[in-house]
T-cell receptor, first 112, second 114 residues
Framework: GENVEQHPSTLSVQEGDSAVIKCTYS??????FPWYKQELGKGPQLIIDIRSNVGEKKDQRIAVTLNKTAKHFSLHITETQPEDSAVYFC???????????FGTGTRLTVIP | NAGVTQTPKFQVLKTGQSMTLQCAQD?????MSWYRQDPGMGLRLIHYSVGAGITDQGEVPNGYNVSRSTTEDFPLRLLSAAPSQTSVYFC?????????????FGNGTRLTVT
C-alpha cells in the first residue's frame, strides 16, 4: 500500500512569517493529494487539495506544490496568523480508491 | 446541517468490555468510514462502506466490526476491548470516491481501555 511521510512533526513560526510542510509518497499511482487542518478537539477539515495533472494550486494564503517525479508535495502558508495554529495532515489517494493514506501530522504553532 | 455526528465524545472501558461508537451523517453521503488516530501515526482506516448494506476492511480492521443498514448511520463495534484500542476514533463521510469528493469528519470519540 501507500506510505506517506510528513516533516517536520512540529513547527513554530513568528506571526507574519511563512510555514512550509513537506510530504513524500511511495505509490506512483497516487494522483490526489489533500491537506487537512485539525484544530484542538475537532476532526480534520480539508483546506486544499491538488491532483496530479497540476503542479501548484493556491487559495489566498495557502498553496500546495506537487513534484510527481520526486513524489513529494508541500503545503505553504504565507503571512501566518495565530489562528493558523493547528495540526496539519497531508494525505494521498488514487483514482477509484476508497481510502486516504495520511501522513503523521505537523503541529504548527504561530507565535504572536 | 449537523454534518457528521459522533457519540459519545469520551468513553472509558475495561478490558474485555464491548461497546458501539455511533456515527450519523445528514448529507446523504454514500461513502462512510472509520479512522483511528494515534500519536505519531496519523489517521488509519479501520472499515469503510460505499453504501447501505456494503462494508469492507481498511488498514487496521482487527477487533472491530461494522454494519450499514441505512445511508445515515455507520456504527463501529468493539466486541472485546483491548488496551491497544485506546485511541481517538473519527467517522468520516463523502459523496463518492475520496479522490472526487472531500471527506467530512466528525469531532471524534476519545476511547480509553484500561
Amino acid at each position: 500500500g501507500e506510505n506517506v511521510e510528513q516533516h517536520p512533526s512540529t513547527l513554530s513560526v513568528q506571526e507574519g512569517d511563512s510555514a512550509v510542510i513537506k510530504c513524500t509518497y511511495s505509490d506512483s499511482a497516487s494522483n490526489y493529494f489533500p491537506w487537512y487542518k485539525q484544530e484542538l478537539g475537532k476532526g480534520p477539515q480539508l483546506i486544499i487539495d491538488i491532483r496530479s495533472n497540476v503542479g501548484e494550486k493556491k487559495d489566498q494564503r495557502i498553496a500546495v506544490t506537487l513534484n510527481k517525479t520526486a513524489k513529494h508535495f508541500s503545503l505553504h502558508i504565507t503571512e501566518t496568523q495565530p489562528e493558523d495554529s493547528a495540526v496539519y495532515f497531508c494525505a494521498a489517494s488514487r483514482t477509484g480508491a476508497n481510502n486516504l493514506f495520511f501522513g503523521t501530522g505537523t503541529r504548527l504553532t504561530v507565535i504572536p | 446541517n449537523a454534518g457528521v455526528t459522533q457519540t459519545p465524545k469520551f468513553q472509558v472501558l475495561k478490558t474485555g468490555q464491548s461497546m458501539t461508537l455511533q456515527c450519523a451523517q445528514d448529507m446523504n453521503h454514500e461513502y462512510m468510514s472509520w479512522y483511528r488516530q494515534d500519536p505519531g501515526m496519523g489517521l488509519r482506516l479501520i472499515h469503510y462502506s460505499v453504501g447501505a448494506g456494503i462494508t469492507d476492511q481498511g488498514e487496521v480492521p482487527n477487533g472491530y466490526n461494522v454494519s450499514r443498514s441505512t445511508t445515515e448511520d455507520f456504527p463501529l463495534r468493539l466486541l472485546s476491548a483491548a488496551p491497544s484500542q485506546t485511541s481517538v476514533y473519527f467517522c468520516a463521510s463523502s459523496y463518492g470516491f475520496v479522490r472526487d469528493s472531500p471527506l467530512h469528519f466528525g469531532n471524534g470519540t476519545r476511547l480509553t481501555v484500561t
